[in-house]
């Protein structure tokens, strides 16, 4: 019995640590920017369908071999997602985000979380065209096989998911928190009009930003796609994941959606102690609900910001 | 409210049920028929969306949930107790009622985004429950003996007639909403809930009574559609499609008006289908990329929907009908202008407002602190102090948008802690903002009906009574059927103070009603004041500048750092060391009192 708990728990924290990535993409977007990106879902299955491709379908990374494959794929589906997403950014989420409708508050989010509705139906269902409907995944002999600590069993393919995720999340910390570049998009994203006025070039850090955004989450989707098996429609699911990691994590605060996002792993994974296999991500909504009722201002959160 | 008569609106129902009908009795096909009744459920599903986000603007991503529920109790009691379709339908809507009246006591406090996320997740949650159930594929059983008993009929033409009779009611019912104090409400808080509130308007009330109804219709419409194609999935039911038609058939036609979804439906339903059948096999996802797509370009190009975009070119042509003065409400009864009979003077009487240790922090900030003061019923009484004196949290305490820490506040001798803004107006406690807070899309009539709610039983009341407000302050003819949006400051200010009036207050609560006013303007303002002072109603005033203050108000109170640091009357709080120390800082005060400086 002990041992299930552990091993719930080992598997919940393999998975959290990529959703806590996927959070940390996400967190960029709606935490930082305050867009309400309803597409963000849909961004990561991009992501595991390029990893997909490039490991499987095309072989292109096939020389790469079996181990280091899905890996470079993974990190690889980032600067695909990143493209899509600074294309669908400058061509029609721009027009409804930033300093231009900063001062609609109200108006603006409606339109936002229309449009990016409207951005998610195209891309699930433009994918299951161009992918079809079948489940698929990469298949390494990691994802097959298992460390074993004692009795509990760690995925090898999580387990290596589950390093690179925070490896990323610091990554991006530093440059954030560090380079030029990283602080000039901070400050475009947090305060559009102020950043204009210190001479940032604000559309770009935004269209820069949400590219950087979808991307990080491209990449968790690539780690995830050799771990599990996934449809065009996958992103629906996810998009509630990563809100209620960025929000229990705290609007606002890149670190914090990581844990945010671990802890909605480990609550996924726990849940299956109690309740049946298929309704762990409905104990992931009702924690959703649970968070942005009793704390909308998350752990990390400011507390003045509230919904 | 449409500027259509009610009239208009049922010849334009009937003669589209008339021509509906005779189009689908024309039609042989059975392939369009179908269509033409998934025309028919789309649009009701659209109208639930419209009933409960369109008209209140708490956007829903969720409406599956009772639609999905609606077809699933249907089909489970056809299934497992063979109980017609004609009870399991009703059953459904009451199931799905239900839900709504959960969801929203549980969703109701979220905004924003915040809501619409909260309402993807519970069809998402039902879907995952229904597949958990093992309802993975639940198909109706063929009843050929009795078809009329089991709503199963060969003639495809049948199930037309009835989504047509589900479309026509969700039609009427919209109507009745829009043309009503419920419809109005939902627009005032759409616009600004939280003036909404402070013209006692119940909003968590009036939200409720709109899921509700939006629910039923969302059920029923999932039951037909249940007994139309004869099977349901957990994703037909309760997927993110559903939710997502509900949504764009009712925002490309048109938010917020009963032709929208119809017209959305009508357009874009055919389409997809079409879309659906003749190239369903090679591109699956064929019907919900038509739909995103139809969401980008509406929300780009014409964000209010179809509807609102050929109603405004027709109303631009029609410009010049308007010049002339609109129709006058018919005056029956005379409203009466004065609430109540001034007390007589110099009879010492208990306050009316009276304020006792009241505190509210905001973090470490005490923005009240300890404050306990009194308003004799009939006085112009003003609460004076610097930028950040804690003046407009003390009003927000008093009116119920902050609950205050500590203290108690009692008026006309009843408790006010705890209660809500909508209720602290229905007591007769009328306010204004710093800020105006007006509902920029309704005209200054419109407004002031908002406001005229609270005290009066019947909706032509309340139009009365919004004009007789309207007179008080001036604005009755020339301005009254202006659009909110197109007011200068102090029209604006005039149309609050006659939107609180509206409710026949014995308070008033006023928030810098004189700030940024012109000379003139300031003693017209000052004037209305008066009058509506001497006509009965008690006013408490907020101001900063100590200048026109001095003219209006009999009693101060001086608030500075949350605290009273002064009160009494006019000619005395300005002598008062304290108050010359918290308006000009120490070192004026050292100034002050040295001779030689």
């Known amino acids: 019995m002990l041992i299930d708990v552990f091993q719930a728990l080992a598997a919940g924290l393999l998975v959290g640590g990529t959703y806590g990535l996927m959070c940390v993409g996400l967190s960029i977007i709606f935490g930082v920017m305050r867009v309400v990106n309803f597409a963000h879902g849909d961004f990561m299955m991009l992501g595991m369908y390029a990893a997909y491709y490039l490991v499987t379908g095309f072989g292109v990374l096939a020389f790469l071999g079996p181990y280091a494959g899905p890996i470079v794929g993974a990190a690889l589906a980032g600067p695909v997602v990143f493209a899509v997403g600074w294309l669908l950014h400058r061509f029609l989420i721009a027009r409804v985000t930033g300093a231009r409708v900063v001062t609609a508050e109200a108006e603006g989010h409606y339109a936002q979380i229309i449009l990016t509705l409207g951005i998610a139906l195209v891309l699930a269902n433009g994918g299951l065209i161009l992918f079809g409907s079948q489940p698929v995944s990469v298949q390494t002999p990691l994802s097959r096989q298992s460390w074993e600590v004692g009795e509990i069993l760690f995925n090898q393919a999580r387990t290596v998911a589950f390093v690179l995720a925070p490896l990323c999340t610091l990554l991006l910390y530093v440059f954030l928190a560090r380079t030029t570049l990283g602080k000039a998009l901070r400050a475009a994203a947090d305060n559009p009009i102020s950043a204009a006025y210190v001479g940032i070039d604000v559309d770009r850090c935004h269209r820069f930003a949400f590219g950087l955004g979808v991307g990080i989450t491209g990449v968790a989707g690539g780690l995830i796609a050799s771990t599990q098996s996934f449809q065009p429609y996958i992103g629906f699911d996810f998009v509630i994941v990563m809100y209620a990691g960025v929000v229990l994590g705290g609007l606002g605060s890149i670190l914090g959606a990581f844990w945010g996002g671990l802890i909605i792993g480990v609550v996924q994974q726990m849940s299956t102690l109690v309740l049946p296999y298929q309704l762990q991500n409905t104990a992931i909504f009702v924690v959703f609900l649970l968070v942005v009722f009793f704390r909308p201002s998350g752990m990390f959160g400011r507390a003045a910001e509230r919904a | ?597």
């Not at chain 2, 008006?257 to 079409?274: D, F, K, N, Q, R």
């Open chain 2, 1 to 597: 409210m449409g500027s259509r008569s009610a009239t208009a609106q049922y010849l334009g129902i009937a003669l589209f049920s008339g021509a509906y009908l005779l189009l689908g009795f024309l039609v042989t096909n059975s392939y369009y028929q179908l269509i033409m009744t998934l025309v028919l459920l789309w649009a009701t599903m659209g109208l639930a969306w419209n009933m409960l986000s369109g008209y209140s603007g708490l956007i829903s991503f969720g409406h599956a949930v009772f639609f999905g529920l609606g077809g699933y109790t249907m089909t489970i009691v056809f299934v497992k107790f063979g109980l017609t379709p004609w009870l399991g339908i009703p059953l459904g809507v009451i199931i799905g009622v239900f839900a709504g009246i959960v969801i929203g006591f549980a969703t109701f406090r979220l905004r924003g985004h915040y809501f619409a996320l909260a309402m993807l997740a519970y069809p998402l949650a039902m879907l995952y429950v229904f597949e958990w159930l093992g309802y993975q594929e639940v198909t109706l059983p063929m009843m050929r003996e009795q078809p009329a008993m089991y709503a199963q009929f060969s003639d495809q033409r049948v199930y037309m007639v009835l989504a047509l009779a589900l479309t026509v009611g969700s039609m009427l019912v919209s109507l009745a909403v829009e043309r009503s104090r419920f419809g109005m409400s939902l627009l005032a808080i759409k616009q600004n809930e939280a003036a909404a509130e402070a013209a006692g308007i119940d909003a968590l009330s009036w939200k409720m009574r709109a899921m509700v109804l939006s629910a039923a219709m969302a059920a029923a419409a999932g039951g037909l559609y249940a007994i139309v194609l004869l099977i349901v999935t957990p994703q037909s039911m309760f997927g993110m499609l559903v939710s997502a038609q509900a949504l764009v058939v009712a925002l490309f036609g048109g938010v917020g008006t009963l032709w929208g979804p119809v017209i959305g439906s009508v357009i874009l339903v055919p389409l997809a289908e079409t879309l659906h059948a003749e190239l369903g096999n090679i591109v699956p996802g064929i019907q919900g990329v038509v739909y995103g797509l139809a969401i980008i370009i509406i929300i780009l190009l014409a964000p209010e929907g179809i509807y609102w975009r050929i109603r405004d070119r027709l109303v631009a042509r029609r410009a010049g009908e308007w010049a002339q003065p609109v129709e006058r409400a018919p005056t029956g009864e005379a409203p009466s202008t004065s609430a109540r009979p001034r007390p007589p003077r110099g009879v010492i009487a208990q306050p009316l407002l009276a304020l006792n240790g009241v505190s509210r922090a905001f973090g470490g900030l005490k923005a009240t602190d300890d404050v306990t003061l009194g308003v004799v019923e009939g006085a112009i009484h003003g609460i004076i102090g610097p930028n950040g004196a804690g003046k407009t949290t003390l009003f927000n305490v008093v009116n119920g948008f902050l609950k205050p820490h500590a203290g108690a506040i009692s008026f006309a001798g009843s408790s006010l802690v705890g209660l809500k803004p909508h209720a602290v107006c229905r007591l007769g406690i009328g306010r204004t903002f710093q800020v105006v807070r007006a509902f920029p899309r309704m005209t200054v009539l419109e407004n002031v009906i908002v406001g005229a709610y609270a005290a009066a039983a019947t909706d032509p009341q309340a139009e009365r009574n919004a004009y007789a407000a309207l007179e008080r302050v001036g604005l009755a003819d020339a301005q009254a059927h202006a659009l909110a949006g197109a007011l200068t400051t102090q029209q604006l200010r005039l149309m609050e103070l006659a939107r609180a009036l509206a409710a026949r207050p014995r308070l008033l609560l006023l928030d810098e009603t004189l700030a940024g006013l012109g000379h003139d303007e300031l003693a017209d303002m000052l004037a209305i004041i008066r009058r509506i002072n001497q006509e009965g109603v008690t006013i408490v005033i907020i101001e900063h500048t100590m200048h026109a203050m001095m003219k209006l108000a009999e009693s101060f109170s001086v608030l500075d750092h949350g605290r009273l640091i002064a009160e009494g009357p006019p000619a005395e709080v300005v002598k008062n060391p304290a108050v010359i120390e918290a308006y000009l800082g120490k070192r004026w005060m050292d100034r002050a009192q040295d001779p030689l400086a």
